[in-house]
């Protein structure tokens, strides 16, 4: 694993940090008819965001890129306290213990294109990002523990952000022709 990033993963990053809260926010108006609470919403596109600041920049670089997101978020609120720092942590580490999971139940990695893999590591994301944010409010945010039903709700919040946002992201990159831009950048790297 590279420690140093390129010039390539700091602007991607940057980029990605500073779309994590404003998706989030967009997140809390365009669904605001399904959250069942200031942590929980039956959709929650920032999830793939997480998982995708994984895939593309890396396990380390893509958890750290989430979290500088997540703490740019608790700027915005002027929530920097360390009750949010711990929701970040729990978070920011979702993407890579699921990938890190994936990879010890499968014995390889993800195969990107291959719907399959993507829906069981969006699923494995799902149930992990709730357990690790329902232990860190268990340890520090008692009051975001409404009933026993929110981890089921959190879990199917999470998978249908991803994959709305995986539908989405995969929409507008052929829409962009994006898909063709790689292809291109791809080739003329092999020649």
Partial sequence: MRWRPSLEQV????????????VHLFNAWAFQFVEFSPHINLIYLPAFLRLAN???????WGTLTTA???????VWNNNLTWVEATNVLASSTSGLV??????IFKGRSVRLLVLEDLLQLVLLYALINALLNHVAWTLVEQDA??????LPLM????????????????????????DQLARNRTQALDD
């Fill in 98 to 103: 699921s990938m890190w999971l994936f990879q």
């Fill in 68 to 74: 500088m997101g997540g703490f740019l978020l608790a």
């Fill in 11 to 22: 602007m991607v990053g940057a980029a990605a940090a500073t779309l994590f809260p404003v």
């Fill in 145 to 150: 523990l409404i009933t026993v039903h929110q």
């Fill in 54 to 60: 994984v895939l593309v920049l890396g396990l380390a």
């Fill in 155 to 178: 879990v199917v919040g999470d998978f249908l952000g991803a994959m709305l946002g995986a539908l989405l992201f995969n929409w507008g990159a052929r829409k962009l022709k994006l």
